[in-house]
Each structure stands twice: as structure tokens, then as C-alpha cells.
């Protein structure tokens, strides 16, 4: 019990330290230690074992990536081609749309099977500008962000490459388009509950007098709509981005992680070459690129270190044993387990491959038991690992509030109502529809 509480302690004390701006290095390192305390673990292994296997992992396995989208999301800002988007986005739907503009861009990016980190370096340099533009306040972008390519794109609308709708195929032998109706149910109930908030709460921050504040590392030059007439031609400034994205799905049959990072490559050299006379100082830009991702990187793989602890701790066993061994139904107890343990992990992947891998042949039997389709289960148990997984030590919204210029305390109370409160919701009626029989596919 001590193991537990102790667990808990320290998962509390990282989101208090966050919210008290704390950078994740030092906080991951003081919640790690009170893990170590509580669970009786070796204070050297610990730290040398399971924290720093964790963080090199992470950064040995996605520097070149945090990178190379650093530097195409700078060229894209530096060059004037995000602007040049902006500007026609907002002719066609409006500045007024932003949010709408941003939650389908990264929505559509995640159906097309870019990754979240990589959605985030492309897209926040036009979201910047839609955002000063209509005066919404910025502390709104990585809720808006989060929610438009890790809810419903992630593990509810059919079809979708997210590994989180994959995993459950290998074990259940289902494909990626697995209890179509339910899942479109579902995103239907997320994108509007979500987007809805986030409209709500856009008008309440303006009836308050809060709108667009730049951020520490946000060019007021770039942000600028003063002078637009150097500007390179849109049709021109969207290419590399259809580059990167093309290229990934041509790329689909190499290990993910290399699609993306040639992709990325290839769209940081096309968008060099064609507005490389809009860039002031090419080389500043790169180095910039450098150092900011060096940041993003090292605070979210301090987090996956705090994981590492976590998940090698006598608390996270006892935990995800008592998880995985509710007894209720099938889909109740799937779903609850699912959630749990992707909180505890704050990963949707790890929480869902970890519940897979103890139990996912049992809860097969037991649904086919109850005459629940393996389609069904599969839909359920995937939606269930959106949810807490977006707990704010979550390495993907640590890595999207922190590129983004911004602290916990200022953005993580949006993104907790879009990533976990609607999954959550959505995950509840479709329990219900499928435990009653109401929806079967």
C-alpha cells in the first residue's frame, strides 16, 4: 500500500511542480526519488538504470525527428510561407474559423499518419498567426492542437494508421476499420463536444479582455500582417508541407520512424530551395532550430525517464495488476483497465500494449463468451487509451505546450477538457451502446 500511495504522491507532486513552473528535469528527478523512497528501490540503478535508459532511448530515437521539424516549422515561419498559408485560409473560411482551422489541420495530418510530434513543429507556425489574427488567446493552441490529432483521429474514426487503432489487431485479428459505426459515433461525439468547448471557451477568455499574447519566442516580424507583399505564393509555400505528408504515406512500408524522418529531411531541403531569398539568415535559422529542439527533446524524454521508474516500481505492478483484474463485464472492465493504465504509463500505445500483452487473448474469449465482437472489443479497448493518457505528464503534451512557448499553469486546464474529459465521455456512451446491444458493429 505504501508502494501505491507513494506512486501516487509522486505522480501528484510532478503535476504540482509543473504547474508551479518547475522544468521538467528537475521535477521528473524530485517525483522519481519519492518513487524510489516509497518503493524501496535501489537509488543508483534507479536512476542510472531506469531513468537514463529511458531518456537516451527516447532521444536517441527521436533527435533527428524533434530536429528536422524544428527547422522545417522555423523555415515555414522565418520565410513568410506559413503567413502566406495563414492568409489564405483565412480568406477562404475566415479568421474567425481559426480554431476550427487548426483542430481539422492537425485532425487531417493524423489520418494521413504523421505523428503528433511532427503535426505540432508544422502547424503551430500558421496557427500562430490565424491565432493573433482572430485575438485568440494562445494559451487555447495546444488544447486545440492536441485534440484535433490525439483524440478521435488517434483511436475512434475508422481507417485510421495510428498505432493505438493497430496494436489491438495483432491481437485480435481485426484490421484498422474495426466497429465503423461506433467508432464514427464516437467521433462524431468527440469533435463536437470538443470543438464546442473550445468555441465556449474562446468567447469567455474575450468577454474577459484575453486574446493573443505572443509568446517569448514568437518574432512579432513574422507575426506581423503589416507587409505581405514579399511574401512567397501559397500554392508554393503549402509544397513542402504536401511533400512531407505524400512522402510518409510512399514510405509507409519502411519502419515509421524512418518514413518520417526522410520525409521531414527532404521537405527541410525542398523548403530551403524554394525560399531561400525570403530567409534573412539561413544558417541562424538551422542553429535556432537546433537549440530549440534540443530543449523540447531533452523535457519531454526527462518525463519517459520519470516513466522508466515509474513502470520498474513495485506500485506500477500492483496497480496494473488490480487494473487488470476487475471484475465486470468485458467491455466495462476493458475499458477502465485500458485507461488506468495508460495514465499510469501516460502513454495511450504503452498502457494499451501493456494490457494486451497481460490479457488480451482472456478478454478476447471472454467477449466472444458474451457475444461481443472482436471488432467491438477492439474499438473499445483503443478509444479507452485516449483519455488519461493525456494526463499532464504526458511526454506528447509536455512536447506540445513547451514548442509552443507556454507553461502548464497557462495551457494544460484546456487540454485536460479536450483529451481527457470528452474521450472519456465519448468512451462511456460507446461502452453503453455496445454493452446493450444497441450498436453491435
Not at 528537475?26 to 542510472?48: G, H, K, Q
Not at 478476447?364 to 488519461?388: D, E, T
Amino acid at each position: 500500500m505504501i508502494q501505491i500511495i507513494g506512486l501516487l504522491i509522486a505522480m501528484s507532486v510532478l503535476v504540482y511542480l509543473a504547474f508551479k513552473n518547475w522544468g521538467m528535469i528537475p521535477a521528473s528527478l524530485v517525483a522519481s526519488i519519492l518513487i524510489i523512497l516509497t518503493n524501496r528501490m535501489d537509488f543508483w540503478e534507479a536512476f542510472s538504470v531506469n531513468y537514463a535508459t529511458a531518456l537516451k532511448n527516447f532521444v536517441g530515437t527521436y533527435l533527428l525527428m524533434f530536429f528536422l521539424g524544428a527547422t522545417f516549422g522555423n523555415i515555414m515561419g522565418e520565410s513568410g510561407a506559413a503567413k502566406s498559408i495563414s492568409l489564405k485560409l483565412m480568406k477562404l473560411l475566415g479568421k474567425e474559423r481559426a480554431i476550427l482551422i487548426i483542430v481539422l489541420s492537425a485532425a487531417i495530418l493524423s489520418y494521413g499518419g504523421i505523428s503528433l510530434f511532427v503535426c505540432v513543429f508544422a502547424i503551430y507556425p500558421i496557427g500562430v498567426i490565424l491565432f493573433k489574427e482572430a485575438n485568440i488567446s494562445k494559451e487555447l493552441f495546444p488544447a486545440c492542437m492536441l485534440f484535433g490529432c490525439a483524440t478521435f483521429t488517434m483511436v475512434a474514426t475508422p481507417g485510421t494508421p495510428a498505432i493505438s487503432n493497430i496494436i489491438p489487431t495483432n491481437y485480435f485479428g481485426t484490421n484498422a476499420y474495426a466497429a465503423p459505426v461506433l467508432g464514427i459515433i464516437a467521433t462524431i461525439l468527440m469533435f463536437i463536444m470538443g470543438y464546442y468547448y473550445l468555441i465556449w471557451t474562446n468567447k469567455r477568455l474575450q468577454a474577459k479582455g484575453i486574446g493573443f499574447t505572443p509568446g517569448p519566442n514568437d518574432d512579432e516580424k513574422t507575426l506581423s500582417m503589416s507587409d505581405t507583399d514579399d511574401l512567397p505564393d501559397w500554392k508554393i509555400s503549402i509544397f513542402p508541407l504536401a511533400l512531407v505528408i505524400v512522402m510518409i504515406f510512399v514510405l509507409k512500408n519502411l519502419t515509421s520512424m524512418y518514413a518520417v524522418v526522410i520525409a521531414l529531411a527532404c521537405g527541410v531541403l525542398v523548403a530551403l530551395l524554394l525560399f531561400w531569398k525570403h530567409l534573412e539568415n539561413p544558417l541562424k535559422v538551422v542553429n535556432q532550430s537546433a537549440t530549440s529542439s534540443i530543449i523540447s527533446i531533452l523535457n519531454t524524454a526527462a518525463i519517459v525517464g520519470f516513466g522508466g521508474v515509474v513502470q520498474s516500481s513495485a506500485g506500477f505492478t500492483s496497480i496494473v495488476d488490480f487494473a487488470l483484474n476487475l471484475k465486470m463485464g468485458p467491455l466495462v472492465s476493458a475499458a477502465i483497465a485500458v485507461n488506468i493504465v495508460a495514465g499510469i504509463t501516460a502513454s495511450s500505445s504503452g498502457g494499451l500494449t501493456v494490457f494486451m500483452d497481460a490479457l488480451g487473448a482472456q478478454y478476447l474469449k471472454l467477449a466472444q463468451i458474451s457475444g461481443i465482437s472482436p471488432a467491438v472489443l477492439h474499438r473499445v479497448c483503443s478509444i479507452a487509451s485516449s483519455g488519461l493518457d493525456s494526463l499532464p505528464h504526458s511526454g506528447a503534451t509536455v512536447t506540445c505546450i513547451i514548442s509552443s512557448g507556454l507553461t502548464h499553469k497557462q495551457a494544460y486546464k484546456y487540454v485536460f477538457v479536450t483529451n481527457c474529459v470528452v474521450p472519456i465521455i465519448a468512451l462511456i456512451i460507446v461502452v453503453a451502446l455496445a454493452s446493450f446491444g444497441i450498436v453491435t458493429n
